[in-house]
C-alpha cells in the first residue's frame, strides 16, 4: 500500500503539473495517476538503485515523502490549468453506484478479482519468473544496487515492471516477502486495464457496455494467469488499454 500510494501521488503531481485533472472526472484522474505514477517510479527506483543510494530506509522515506507532498500539493479545487467545466458535473461513462447493473457487475467480477489478487501473493513456481522477473530484483536487493548481471542474459531486458518488485523488497527489506509484494502490484494492472476498457465503452458507446466489457476482460482465464504470476504481460494488457483510453480522450476533448 505504501508503493502504491506513492505511486499514485506522483502520478497525481505528474497530471497536476501537466494541467490535465481539471478535464477529467473522478475515475479518469484515477486511472492517469495510475498510469503515469507508477512507471514513473519504476524509473526513480532504477536510477537511485543503479547509483547504490536506495536502502530500505531510504525507500521507505522517499515513499512516504511522495504520498505527503501529493497530499499537500493537489488539493481539491487546486490546479495548473484553467477548469473549463466540472469534471464531476459531465454523466459518469461507468454503471451509476447503487443501481442494478453496478450491483450485476460487482456481484459477478468480485470473486475473480479477489481470487486473482489472492494467488498474486502465493509464492510462483514458473520457470521465466525465478529465473529473472524475480531473481533479477532478488540479486540487486542482495548486492545493494541494480547492476550489470553477466551470467543471467534475461536481465538485460527492459525492468520496468520488475523495479516493484525490488521495491518490495527494499520496504520490507526481505527479498521473499518483497518479492509477493511486487507480484500483488503486478496483479493490480488486471482490474485497472478492465477500468480503462470500461471508461472507453461507456463514454463511446453506453453504461451497459462498459460493465459489459469490463467483465469480459476480468473473467478471461489468460487475464487471471497473468495476474497470478508475475509476468509483465498483465501490465502491459493496461498500458496498451489505457494508451487507447489517453488517445480517444484526447479525441473527445478536440
Known sequence: LLILGAGL????????????????????????????????????????????????????????????????VVRPGR???????????????????GSAGWWLFLGLALPFVVTMMLASMLPTIDY???????????????????????????????????????????????????ALVGQWLVALHAPMAALCIALVAGRWSSPRAAWIAALVYLTTPWIFRMAAIPYVEGPLCFYHAALIWAAARSWDLD
Not at 497530471?15 to 490535465?20: A, D, N, R, T, V
Not at 548486492?143 to 520488475?162: I, K
Not at 520490507?172 to 516477502?177: K, M, P, S
Request: glycine share 12%.
Open 9 to 72: 501521488g506522483l502520478g497525481r503531481l505528474l497530471s497536476h503539473g501537466l494541467g490535465l485533472r481539471p478535464f477529467l472526472n473522478r475515475p479518469e484522474r484515477w486511472l492517469l495517476s495510475f498510469g503515469l505514477g507508477l512507471p514513473a517510479l519504476s524509473g526513480v527506483t532504477l536510477l537511485l538503485g543503479r547509483s547504490g543510494l536506495l536502502t530500505s530506509d531510504r525507500a521507505r522515506l522517499l515513499l512516504g515523502g511522495l504520498w505527503i507532498v501529493s497530499l499537500i
Open 79 to 97: 490546479s495548473s490549468a484553467p477548469i473549463v467545466s466540472d469534471p464531476d458535473a459531465s454523466p459518469s461513462p461507468l454503471p451509476r453506484l
Open 128 to 178: 521465466d519468473s525465478l529465473e529473472y522477473h524475480l531473481q533479477g530484483p532478488k540479486e540487486y536487493f542482495q548486492a545493494g544496487q541494480v547492476r550489470f548481471l553477466p551470467h543471467n542474459v534475461y536481465t538485460s531486458m527492459p525492468f520496468s515492471v520488475e523495479m516493484l518488485h525490488y521495491l518490495g523488497m527494499l520496504v520490507l527489506n526481505d527479498w521473499w516477502r518483497g
